[in-house]
């Protein structure tokens, strides 16, 4: 018994220490820098500068309101999609996952940075539609590209959940309904979509986690104009001339707590019917 | 009982991947029979359910509903339920809303809804437990949910597909009894899917036998036991003593080189058939009372009754006897006339009834279980 207990704390001493390094001591430098002052004394000023700040509490909403578009855009394409993928023949949805996945095995920044090509003034697009005499188009530069990057990037994170929630449930209840009155629409209704709300709740996560954390997609598709509020954090790091820590770390704690908090709420949904299919994170 | 057809198969026929699953079914079902498909794993009995509930369509052939034909109709709109071999209730619903399902999908008001929950409730003996959520309840429990789900939507037909296996013994016991039992109360046409022959004779009114995608024979259980058309079904219906024979004229057959005289006719002179001879109906005499002479050869003592297996010129018999009798004693066997029975010669003879070694049915048995094994895989897989 004890010998297991000894040998268990040495298999697991690697991965603790692991933890505290690189996942426990950061949290704790940003909520230091998030409490102090340049100088290093206690404040909560950084927290009360960020929510009177009229210029953070607009990155900030614009985050929320374009992570919220995201996701909806992104779980009313996934849904339909994932559905569709169930049904098709086991080597047709190896097929779709593959495809589901493949962008997914290039860098986000190459990925963003290969759309703003496609899309910029002189890029793939407009010089084909120029080349039929059609008007270019001004593509980048608005929330809709943005959201699109965002929808681009994240989507396959909500579909393999809901995928896999829907491809386990057992085909035998499918029948039953059927047999029991219920057309294929009636199916869906009453006995799919139930059994895969938890695919649904770890996509809407999965997804609007790293939405409202966005930087990057933003920046290249803005050139810079429109801020997110992980852009700001990124600029109060090492971006801006005079780099403010302190700033920086407050918006980072604040959206973490507001990750936390959009976690709990999806996870009090789940609660509800512990019903396994879902992705847990 | 001339009651009207509700159910006529004609010709159906279905393969997968070019393998034959049904190979020309034609069946008839009357309105308020108990009708139990009996055949082993990978016979199409199931297959034959799928259609009729419409969940599969068949290759070629028709089925009829009433007199109508029902090919294109989907299952949804057809007035026949059923209950699945593992229940298939839904888990995000709870008892009440598992049973008021089908009533929910056809928009009945919902104080109807709930008086027709509570009375199918009462009736399968799970009132009071209207909230449960379905993974709490056990096995017995879920059967009788699936059963009240089923009979309230008053199908005219019901489909049970094994709904039994997955129970233990004595519960799987007394829930024949209330099925037959829920049949009659109800008038409903049960058609009843298994592989368990005891099961299928003490339920129902007719015994309908398959392998290989084919019927072996349709009939009363009592006739399936007594008049079996073949080896096969003589072998799967209980146990058999099968024996190569010779029709000498009508009434006499000769074993083993004697003269039997029996109850069947009909055959040409000298015709070889199968003799089927039930092991309960054999006596175990002194040798020189007996028609045959054998030496005992193993002895089991199984409760009720002694199986003894009896030498007879390298031939294996099974005799279930009350009497014991030990290993290499020398009996003498004594038939009466109406327990030999005659069948013509299939493709099944010389494959069963001889009970020379257990060892090769428990192979076969084995084999077949590996087959069933492959083939559930694959459906999975479609």
Sequence with gaps: MNKTKSGQVVLNAPYLLWSAIFIVVPLLFVVYYAFTTANGSFTFNNIINFFTNEQYMTVFWRSMLYAVWATVISLVIAYPFSYCMSKVNASSQRMLMLLVMLPMLMNLVVRTYSWQQILEKNGLVNTLLESIGLEPIQFLGNAGVIIFGMVYNYLPFMILPIYSSISKVDKSLLEASNDLGCNTFGTIQKVILPLSIPGVLSGITMVFVPCVSTFYISRQFSDGNIKMIGDVIEDKFYRSSVPDYNIGATISLVLMLIILISLAVVNKFSDDDDQTGGVVI | ?382
């Design chain 2, 1 to 382: 009982m001339n009651k009207e057809n509700i159910i006529q198969l004609k010709d159906i026929r279905m393969s997968y991947d070019g393998e034959t699953v049904l190979d020309g079914i034609d069946l008839t079902i009357r309105d308020g029979e108990f009708v139990t498909f009996l055949g082993p794993s990978g016979c199409g009995k199931t297959t034959t359910l799928r259609i009729i509930a419409g969940f599969e369509s068949q290759d070629g052939g028709d089925v009829f509903f009433g007199g109508q034909n029902i090919n294109a109709v989907p299952p949804h709109k057809r007035n026949i339920n059923t209950i699945f071999q593992r229940y298939a209730l839904f888990p995000h619903l709870n008892v009440y809303d598992n049973v008021a399902f089908g009533l929910k999908v056809k928009n009945t008001p919902k104080s109807e809804i709930h008086d027709k929950v509570i009375e199918m409730l009462e009736l399968v003996n799970l009132k009071g437990l209207e909230k449960r959520k379905i993974d709490t309840l056990s096995g017995g429990q879920q059967q009788r949910v699936a059963i009240a789900r089923a009979i309230i939507n008053h199908p005219k037909v019901l489909l049970l597909d094994e709904p039994l296996s997955a129970l233990d013994l004595k519960l799987r016991k007394d829930m024949q009894v209330e099925l037959k039992n829920l049949q009659k109360r109800t008038g409903i046409t049960f058609i009843f899917v298994t592989h368990d022959q005891e099961e299928a004779l003490s339920m129902s009114d007719t015994v309908v036998v398959m392998d290989k995608g084919k019927i072996q024979q349709i009939g009363s259980p009592a006739d399936i036991y007594n008049e079996p058309e073949n080896a096969f079904v003589a072998d799967f219906i209980g146990e058999s003593n099968i024996i190569d024979g010779v029709m000498k004229k009508d009434f006499l057959v000769q074993i083993n080189g004697r003269d039997f005289e029996c109850l069947d006719s009909g055959f040409n002179t000298n015709e070889n058939v199968d003799v089927v001879i039930r092991p309960e109906d054999v006596d175990i005499v002194p040798p020189i009372n007996g028609m045959l002479e054998g030496v005992v050869t193993s002895v089991t003592f199984l409760g009720v009754h002694y199986e003894i297996i009896v030498d007879i010129n390298n031939f294996k018999w099974m005799i279930q006897t009350t009497d014991f009798h030990d290993v290499g004693e020398t009996v003498g066997l004594f038939i009466e006339p109406d327990a030999i029975h005659i069948m013509k010669k299939s493709e099944y003879s010389g494959k069963f009834g001889d009970y020379s070694s257990y060892s090769d049915e428990l192979d076969e048995m084995n084999e077949e279980a590996a087959e069933a094994a492959a083939l559930a895989e694959e459906s999975e897989d479609e």
